[in-house]
Each structure stands twice: as C-alpha cells, then as structure tokens.
C-alpha cells in the first residue's frame, strides 16, 4: 500500500471518530459548578459541587440506564471526564479542570455533528515525515499553560524535549506525555489563517538511539477548533516554529 493510501485510511478512521455519536461535534454546553444548587440550560435540576465532589438533585435523568430517584454525586480525576448522566439522548459529562467541576453537555443532534462535512487537509507531502531525537527529563515535569478557555489554566506534564530540523532552522520542542506516548503540540505560521490557533502532533515510539518519527501530516486539531466548549492545553511555552507548516489538518468549515 502506498504512502498516501495509508494516510487517506488513517484520515477516515480520524472523521469517523470525530462525528462519532458522542464525539467531540456533539457538544453543545459548558458550564461550571458551584457550590450553591443552581439550574444548567438544557438540563433538569440542580447542580453543585462540595468538598470535591459533584452533585445533582433531578428527576428525568437516567445513571447507568436507569432513573435517576431524587440525587446523584461523582467524581472525576483532574483534567479527565465521566460520562455521568443521561437527559434523554444527552449526555451530561462531568469533567475537573484546574480543580474545578462542570458539566459539558454531548448531544447526537448537535448541529455541529449534523452538519460536518470532513476535516480539510494539506495535501499528503512526504518531505513533512521527518526525524527527531528525543531527549528526555531526568523526572517529568508539571508545567503551567494556558487553554482554550480565557478562564482556564490547567497543567501538562512534560516529560523531555525533541531536536527537529525544518527549513533552514533547527528547534527543540517540549514533548508532553500522552497516554503511552508522547506528543508534541506547537505553534506555526499557519495558525489563524489556514490553520486553527495551535494543533498536535503524536510522536514515537522512541528507538534505541532516541531518533522518533515525526509525520507531520499527521498533525491534528485539538477538540477547540470544532467547538466552543473545549478545553484544551496550549502548547508550552516555544513550542513555536518560525515556518509554515503546510501539512496535516487545515482550520474545520
């Protein structure tokens, strides 16, 4: 199978995960918990957070398939999610993000699943598969950024940087921990024109010699850009290059 052949197939399995029934098109609501019972558009009851646990008092919703008789409480690991709650065909997320609760509302009718129509791309180049050394931390590191949301501040932990060469220049980009492997998100100068604000690059597995693969059109958007309800990390600070990186993902229509 040819190069391209592999990466249309990578890209379809990548739309089908998108505009999955609960993927990130479905969502249609964020909104923070407080600690005094207040309603959430679109949902039933009260909702409120207390010594580190979420809570809600509401008839018509279901938890784990059946009604919900009079309240519920959860909990969620930091910058993580639980499919908590059913309105419905909606589904009330509860999710922790800088040591605060909200709900993020998915919905299957959501007009931006509806309506979506693929995820433009650079055309496939081969000269963006390139080769970089990784050198890790002595210990990972947690690292302050910035988010989507002007009102957020979460933490990634960072875990060693990579030496990349593009153009004519040489750059040494933070690489971050994800899942059981690493990714790198950046900056270029595509961003905001043709491209969202920042995106992301999943990297590895490291050789022998610490040199990875780095396919840049393989590059993604974060859930940001298809959503106003994401929360998503920015790129630590330099992870910046000073070059178009004409490869991968283009902003969503």
Same mark, same amino acid.
């Given at each position: 199978? !040819? $190069?391209?052949?592999?990466?249309?197939?990578?890209?379809?399995? =990548?739309?089908? @995960?998108?505009?999955?029934?609960?993927?990130?098109?479905?969502?249609? &609501?964020?909104?923070?918990?407080?600690?005094?019972?207040?309603?959430?558009?679109?949902? #039933?009851?009260?909702?409120?957070?207390?010594?580190? %646990?979420? +809570?809600? @008092?509401?008839?018509?919703?279901?938890?784990?398939?059946?009604?919900?008789?009079?309240? &519920? !409480?959860?909990?969620?690991?930091? &910058?993580? !999610?639980?499919?908590? *709650? $059913?309105?419905?065909?909606?589904?009330?997320?509860?999710?922790?993000?800088?040591?605060?609760?909200?709900? /993020?509302? =998915?919905?299957?009718?959501?007009?931006? /699943?509806?309506?979506?129509?693929?995820?433009?791309? $650079?055309?496939?180049?081969?000269?963006?598969?390139?080769?970089?050394?990784?050198? #890790?931390?002595?210990?990972?590191?947690?690292?302050?950024?910035?988010?989507? =949301? #002007?009102? *957020? /501040?979460? +933490? %990634?932990?960072?875990?060693?940087?990579?030496?990349?060469? *593009?153009?004519? !220049?040489?750059?040494? *980009? %933070?690489?971050?921990?994800?899942?059981?492997?690493?990714?790198?998100?950046? +900056?270029?100068?595509?961003?905001?024109?043709?491209?969202?604000?920042?995106?992301?690059?999943?990297?590895?597995?490291?050789?022998?010699?610490?040199?990875? &693969?780095?396919?840049?059109?393989?590059?993604?958007?974060?859930?940001?850009?298809?959503?106003? $309800?994401?929360?998503?990390?920015?790129?630590?600070?330099?992870? =910046?290059?000073?070059? #178009?990186?004409?490869?991968?993902?283009?902003?969503? /229509?």
């Amino acid at each position: 199978m !040819s $190069y391209e052949s592999e990466w249309q197939l990578w890209h379809v399995a =990548r739309e089908q @995960e998108l505009s999955s029934d609960y993927g990130w098109l479905s969502i249609t &609501a964020f909104d923070w918990l407080g600690t005094t019972p207040a309603e959430l558009p679109g949902l #039933p009851g009260k909702w409120w957070t207390a010594e580190g %646990v979420a +809570h809600v @008092e509401a008839t018509g919703l279901t938890l784990d398939g059946q009604p919900l008789l009079g309240a &519920a !409480s959860a909990s969620a690991a930091e &910058a993580g !999610s639980l499919s908590w *709650l $059913y309105y419905g065909d909606k589904l009330a997320e509860l999710v922790l993000r800088g040591g605060r609760y909200a709900i /993020r509302q =998915r919905d299957p009718k959501a007009a931006t /699943r509806i309506g979506f129509n693929g995820v433009p791309a $650079y055309p496939v180049n081969p000269r963006w598969k390139v080769t970089g050394y990784f050198t #890790p931390f002595s210990e990972p590191e947690r690292v302050e950024v910035a988010t989507a =949301r #002007p009102d *957020l /501040r979460q +933490h %990634v932990t960072a875990v060693g940087t990579v030496h990349v060469a *593009l153009g004519e !220049s040489a750059y040494e *980009l %933070v690489a971050t921990a994800a899942g059981d492997g690493l990714a790198l998100s950046f +900056h270029d100068e595509t961003n905001g024109v043709e491209t969202a604000r920042w995106r992301t690059l999943t990297i590895g597995p490291v050789q022998g010699d610490g040199s990875v &693969a780095l396919d840049f059109n393989r590059t993604v958007n974060l859930p940001y850009a298809f959503t106003d $309800y994401g929360t998503c990390p920015a790129p630590v600070a330099g992870n =910046r290059l000073a070059l #178009p990186v004409t490869a991968g993902e283009k902003v969503p /229509r």
